[in-house]
């Protein structure tokens, strides 16, 4: 939903930060890298010792790189598959990083499993979502549907982490359990949609 909604405005903004790059000589991919590794630092240094506005706030600037390495790409005119590929591959460590490291935090000093069990769920859901979508493109068939696509689960989690290091109380578990919800109710779309495509068509066997 964000990707369709936002895109424009935030291709507008990273246009002319991507040009410079590409002036400088960085390549996509490189940006891709270095955006996936401040995601993982960001989460793995600061969420496990309660940190987490500041783990919050880093993963958010360097999840940025998610957008600016699109745009690099198109504007150089050489998008590859190799750059997609490497793309979608990071967002899963990335995803599993920022989970990861919540896991950490509540199963460790954060003193809540019912919270570390719920950051879990949110990963391998959230994981689910995004192969239902590459396993029914790579079979043929479209599945971009469903509200909580990426964008929607890194805006969620990312906003009720940090309220949580501000003081917020109940902020984690609001943003936990609205994402697990989310996540599976986008799942089974995404399930039903796939179901309802192939009995529209014939398929060749398995």
């Not at 719920?118 to 959230?126: I, R, T």
């Not at 599976?184 to 009995?199: D, E, G």
């Amino acid at each position: 939903m964000l990707n369709r909604y936002a895109r424009g405005a935030v291709t507008r903004v990273m246009t002319p930060v991507a040009r410079g790059l590409l002036r400088a000589g960085v390549s996509p991919d490189v940006v891709t890298l270095l955006g996936t590794l401040g995601v993982c630092v960001g989460a793995f240094a600061f969420f496990p010792r309660g940190q987490l506005f500041l783990g919050a706030l880093v993963i958010a600037l360097f999840s940025l790189s998610d957008l600016l390495d699109g745009t690099m790409a198109r504007l150089s005119g050489r998008p590859t598959r190799w750059g997609a590929f490497l793309d979608s591959t990071l967002d899963r460590v990335g995803d599993a990083a920022i989970f990861g490291g919540l896991v950490l935090w509540y199963a460790g000093r954060g003193s809540n499993d019912v919270l570390a069990a719920a950051a879990l769920y949110c990963l391998v859901a959230g994981a689910l979502v995004s192969y239902a979508k590459a396993r029914a493109e790579g079979l043929g068939m479209t599945c971009d549907i469903g509200f909580a696509e990426r964008a929607e689960r890194l805006l969620i989690i990312l906003s009720a982490t940090g309220l949580t290091g501000l003081g917020l109380r109940y902020a984690d578990a609001v943003g936990l359990w609205v994402l697990a919800v989310a996540s599976t109710v986008t799942l089974f779309q995404r399930v039903v949609f796939v179901r309802r495509q192939t009995l529209e068509r014939p398929t060749s066997p398995r």
